[in-house]
């Protein structure tokens, strides 16, 4: 097997040989204790506060676990549901306590549930492909979920999440699950895609906890259940950390059928409805089949995962990455999934209940991080409204002020860790020249801006 990649015994836990105050399952979270968040309103294209701390709040750790406290909603609006969904984000007052040493599950591995899989660095939930609802063959319809009146699915073709509630994702690809704000996938907005799949962002404007890149590794944005990390949709090519950057692959793909009678291992199963337009390939977690690529590392195994060298783990970790095709729309099963690797618990816990201690992040952002945050102002030149899109996680706040050419600064906004997006309205402005300037700390960065009438 070419490119192969032997991972010490050592770290067959997922973690590097790093000291308990480096592990980036300590390190990574997203922490805030001022900042509260928004959401949208069907109809109102103005976010509301709704006055709830986002991202995670406090972050302590043992000799063995480390305990994540937070709200469960990000810094970036959340809303409107437009497929009905009478929820918004409500403060889930959570606490998470994950290994620092993960294990490799022998033998059988564990599915992924409904609920909770995994948790965002923003402290928001990762749920996996399903929303609850499967095929009832008795009565020919879809049952269970939030279909209805309450019914029971067979549990044998069971409706995929990120096709069959589109319509109810808000620009983030979020939704809320009786207030339980989660992603089924990559946590990018809509609009930013190469294929745009919901106008959602038309009306509401959106972000997402990262931007896609393919110019660099993507960031690690979470820890699943089992305790081993979750990236975004680009990695070395090489589980060694060389060859480039490329596309993370699922292994996973369309069945050739046009009846669903049959499971993709053969198995004879209760008959769900044909292939249709009603009822796509893809409509349901069984439409799919497993086919593996032991010779090409751009492709994931059955779990959607790999042993590699990512930024973070430099000597090597078990990791998920959350799939996209080639236009960047969320490829199944999207981040973890549909069995764990490594050991499963619920993480969530209702205390914290051993001697720990409170990891206190730095201020501001390390150079070789700013440097890579691909900063683009869009439209340039503009007449109306412009974006700062930053092409990364934003991981500490960055200012972001406008100057005039004689270095006056005519506007101020912020880009809150764990967003991606700013705007600026130059309607008022006159004709010309002018500075975008980002600061986090002590490093800025500028791009220049044409103003026309």
Known sequence: MKNAFVIPALLLTGLAPLSAQLSPVITSWLQNTT???????????????????????TVQYSSGSVYVSTKGVPSYPTGPFL???????TNQNAIFKFPLSPQVQNGTKTATTGGNIGVFINGVALFDYRDGVSWKNSTQSLCGGPIQPPCMGDGVWNRDAVLAERSGFDCSKGHPAMGNYHHH????????????????????????LYTISSAQHSPLIGYAYDGFPIYGAYAYKNT????????????????????????????????GPAV??????????EDYEYVAHPSDPDYLDIHNGRFCVTPEYPNGTYAYFCTVDANHNSAYPYAVGPTFYGVYANRKV???????????????????????LDVRVLPNPSSDLIAIQVGNLVEKDIAVELLDITGRVVKTTTIHQ????????????????YIVKLNSGS???????????
């Open 443 to 453: 490093y800025t960065l500028s791009k220049k801006l044409v103003v026309t009438r």
């Open 185 to 208: 996938q990559n946590p990018s907005a809509f609009d930013l895609d190469l294929n745009v799949l919901s106008s959602i962002c038309n009306l509401y404007d959106g972000d997402g």
């Open 418 to 433: 764990g967003q991606t997006i700013a705007y600026f309205d130059v309607q008022t402005l006159y004709a010309g020249n």
């Open 350 to 372: 209702t205390s914290v209940t051993e001697p720990t201690t409170t990891y206190v992040a730095p201020v501001g952002v390390n150079e070789n991080v700013f440097e890579k």
């Open 35 to 57: 900042q509260t968040g928004s959401y949208y309103v069907q109809g109102n294209s103005t976010p509301v506060n709704n006055s709830i701390l986002v991202n995670c709040q």
């Open 276 to 285: 249709s337009t009603t009822y796509p390939l893809g409509y349901f977690r």
């Open 240 to 271: 060694n950390g060389t060859g480039g950057i490329t596309r993370m692959k699922s292994s996973y793909q369309l069945r050739n059928i046009t009846v669903r009678t049959h499971h993709a291992d053969g198995t004879d199963v209760a008959d």
């Open 83 to 89: 497929d009905g969904n009478p929820s918004q984000a």
